[in-house]
């Protein structure tokens, strides 16, 4: 194929004819001959597009609506764009036109997007650009009255015709409403547009790079985002190894991208992560589709706890199960039980413990096997108390450290094992705290007074594969409304992003480790209540869904990583607390495996063996209990010493530490370390393969905190070494 790609470019070098590649394919892109030469679900309303599922061709939007925020257009400020009013069902087509193409060849598309209305920052219009029915882009914004690129390379493949199709996702009737300008498709590379990418392009595309207002005046009727060979939607030096290796192979290195919404595209690695995708890695495919499809689903548990919000929630990976304690009725109760979520149904497991109170957050701290809390309210006070749940009791650990607080965050840094406590509110209700702590089993630790200004009952999650805790939204004095996202490493505290979900509340938030992405659910917004999901990647910020649970704040969530989904309890409506229990979960393979030791490639649902997590495959066959390695460092069908030794060496340590990723065949759990639970399992596997007179191996500390993670991933050894079998 590449070196069919290069003949036809170079024969074209030598002059085509008859060939329409010049300057752009899409007639009337920058809609400048008004409403002519494409096709729509919308219907022409010229000089008014008040109502639902209108559109006109105008220079300003606020002449054609009351409550518009866009006044020109991209092109050139004063000419003509396409704006619509959403809310058409069925997931209309905004825009779409059919041109001819040459198959074989690579193709650049660009389009400028926007929000026009007032209200599309809360209700944004979700657009996914099509050609020939495939996915190649998708845009959404919060940002009203601005102008946003969207672009991506295209593989005609063997079509010979592209119908090019921009579809709204959202039936909102509230806001909703995008706007168009300058769509364009030319063939990639193409920076002279005479419709070749050869050795012709190599003195324009240098021209793009070091003099932009030269390169415009002396090809006006090109695109020079052309020249964006990588597809991050910028001409630069990055472009530059692309550039060459187009010109020269005719092709370059793509595979499948994840789009938000669980589209997948065939792009290059650079273009995915511009347009906020997930890459699966070069040469992947979208056959079949390896992207999650996530819904949200109402469980209908036999027992659940009573209604209430602001209860402590968290998942105890060495068991498998959901820990929540207390909340608040939302009236003068509180709660002081503690249930447990095993995935099928809630089970009372204690009355004891702490005092009634809603403490919001609670930590399960991997290294030593227990769930922390610390503080809370009732009606009366404010608590400062340590307290820990060991899976049957709580025991009291400290009345020493942070002042007492309540709407604060808690979250455990598996990196360095510490549980880590933000901000909250202070116990007269008169004071909001910016502080930081970390609890490291024995003591609390004041880290730092920096970072993100005071704010109480903020949405906060461990990013565990970027050793980072994520920090967005919540309340400051007097009720405002934050949506900054922040991010603590362990030293220092950076702010990230104001491009993302509205500013808000008391949202829900968690991190799901088998995709790698912050889940925020819901909250209370300027404009009241919200049901909206979002993720973050540690760059973006996604729409994922409006549907789901009812509009509410107060409630609590925490990934499963054992059953591959989001679980949310409770929360408060607006009116009353809530006791209804909802799963989200994304339809993302991984290897299933069976009694038998067999393996199927299949989603968390659909297995009925054991799943081994997200992205996990069955070559090799990881399903044979406690078989690691062999010498030669792969699975041998055998369950014997050199799979102990492989545990041994990794045990302690948590991802993204290298000694966790050299061993993390170990982390039998899937909870993102190897501990002692992951160990008890291997034993077993052992047992079961070898008889039952293994002699299990003795556990000697190499630090001074047994169980802790070490603080430093290049100085400090594992946290526990085992003698080796029958020692």
Known sequence: MAIGRRILLMACALGCSGVAYAQNLIVNGDFEEGNVGFLTDFIYSPGDIWLNGTYDVVHDVSDVHPVAELYHDHTTGTGLMMAANGALPDRPIVWSQTVTVTPGVLYKFVAWAANWAHGSQWHMAPLEFRINGTPVAFWISTVVGQWFLVSANWDAGAATTAVVTIVDLSEEWDGNDPALDDLWLALLGDLNCDGSMDIGDVNPFVMSLLDPVGYHAQFAGCNILGGDINGDGVVNSADINPFVTLLIEGSLPMGACCLPGGACIVTTSTSCTAQYGHYRGDGTTCDPNPCPSCD???????????????????????????????????????????????????TKKSDRGPSQRAPNHLAYDIARGVT?????????????????????????????????????????????????????????????????????????????????????????????????????????????????????????????????????????????????????????????????????????????????????????????????????????????????????????????????????????????????????????????????????????????????????????????????????????DHDGCITLADYQLWVMCYRTANGEDFVVPRFRPRVAVPGAVPASSEQAGPVISLTSPGD
């Open 296 to 346: 949200w689903t109402r469980l209908w548990p036999p027992n659940t706890p009573d209604p209430r919000l602001d209860a402590g929630l968290t998942y105890d990976s060495a068991r498998g199960v959901l820990v929540l304690f207390g909340g608040w009725d939302g009236g003068s109760g509180h709660y002081g039980d503690t249930w447990e979520w095993g995935g099928a149904n809630w």
């Open 372 to 668: 922390v809390l610390f503080g809370g309210a009732d009606n009366d006070r404010v608590f400062g108390d340590t307290w820990e749940w060991d899976g049957v009791n709580w025991i009291w650990r400290s009345g020493v450290g942070p002042a007492p607080r309540d709407r604060h965050g808690l979250v455990y840094d598996s990196e360095r094992g510490v549980s880590v406590l933000f901000g909250g509110w202070a116990e007269n209700w008169d004071v909001i705290y910016s502080d930081t702590w970390e609890w490291d089993g024995t003591r609390w630790t004041q880290r730092s007074a920096g970072g993100p200004s005071p704010r109480f009952q903020f949405g906060m999650a461990y990013d565990s594969a970027r050793a980072r805790t994520v920090l967005f939204g919540g309340a400051t004095y007097y009720y405002g409304l934050d949506g900054e996202t922040w991010e603590w490493d362990g030293t220092n505290w950076a702010r990230m992003s104001n491009d993302g979900p509205p500013a808000r509340w008391g949202p829900a938030m968690t991190y799901d480790a088998d995709r790698g992405v912050c889940i925020l659910f819901g909250g209370i917004t300027t404009s009241g209540w919200l049901s909206d999901t979002w993720e973050w990647d540690g760059v973006h910020w996604t729409h994922r869904s409006d549907g789901g649970p009812s509009p509410r704040w107060g409630s609590n969530m925490e990934y499963d990583r054992l059953r591959g989904a989001t679980t949310l309890f409770g929360g408060w409506s607006g009116s009353d607390p809530l006791d209804d229990t909802w799963q989200f979960a994304c339809a993302l393979a991984g290897a299933c495996c069976y009694a038998d030791g067999s393996c199927a490639l299949t989603a968390p649902a659909e297995c009925t063996g054991t799943w081994q997590g997200a992205g996990t495959t069955c070559d090799p066959n990881p399903c044979v209990c406690g078989d690691f390695c062999s010498l030669t460092s792969l699975p041998d069908g055998l369950v014997n010493d050199n799979d102990y030794w492989y545990i041994h060496d990794g045990l302690g340590y948590c991802a993204p530490h290298p000694s966790y990723v050299c061993h993390a065949l170990a982390d039998l």
